[in-house]
């Protein structure tokens, strides 16, 4: 993944720039560099600019969601068809991958909302 610091991208939230893809079920255990090794199995590094595994400090775990941007509309949706039957391979139990689109689309806009929940404290 590339310097997500040194990265801009404006974009819109329309349909045309639905880009962000909310990923449920993931291991707790998984750190971001599990996630992307994951899902490198379906799209390439090259395709995801940015990727959030929020973490529990008290559990010393992610809370079970992650969050992805794809640098476009063909890389997510690539990304969503093939992960709609995947189960994940390296957790200790082989769970299904639950994924759809966030709420939240574009980089810019995934790491302003980061910015705001960290200043307020929350899962980051």
Same mark, same amino acid.
């Given at each position: 993944?590339? *310097? @997500?610091?040194?990265?801009? $991208?404006?974009?819109?939230?329309?349909?045309?720039? $639905?880009?962000?893809?909310?990923?449920?079920?993931?291991?707790?255990?998984?750190?971001?560099?599990?996630?992307? +090794?994951?899902? /490198?199995?379906?799209?390439?590094?090259?395709?995801?600019?940015?990727?959030? &595994?929020? =973490?529990?400090?008290? =559990? +010393?775990?992610? &809370?079970? @969601?992650?969050?992805?941007?794809?640098? *476009?509309?063909?890389?997510? *949706?690539?990304?969503?068809?093939?992960? /709609?039957?995947? +189960? =994940? @391979?390296?957790? /200790?139990?082989?769970?299904?991958?639950?994924?759809?689109?966030?709420?939240?689309?574009?980089?810019?806009?995934? @790491?302003?909302?980061? +910015?705001?929940?960290?200043?307020?404290?929350?899962?980051?």
């Amino acid at each position: 993944l590339a *310097d @997500l610091g040194t990265m801009t $991208r404006a974009s819109t939230a329309g349909e045309q720039n $639905r880009t962000t893809i909310m990923i449920q079920n993931v291991p707790r255990k998984y750190t971001a560099e599990d996630l992307v +090794r994951e899902l /490198s199995r379906f799209v390439g590094r090259s395709d995801m600019n940015y990727v959030h &595994v929020p =973490w529990d400090r008290s =559990w +010393r775990s992610n &809370v079970g @969601l992650a969050f992805v941007n794809f640098r *476009d509309n063909a890389a997510t *949706d690539r990304a969503l068809a093939k992960m /709609s039957t995947g +189960r =994940w @391979l390296y957790a /200790s139990r082989h769970l299904e991958i639950k994924a759809q689109f966030a709420h939240v689309h574009g980089l810019a806009e995934n @790491l302003q909302l980061y +910015r705001q929940r960290e200043s307020e404290g929350r899962h980051v």
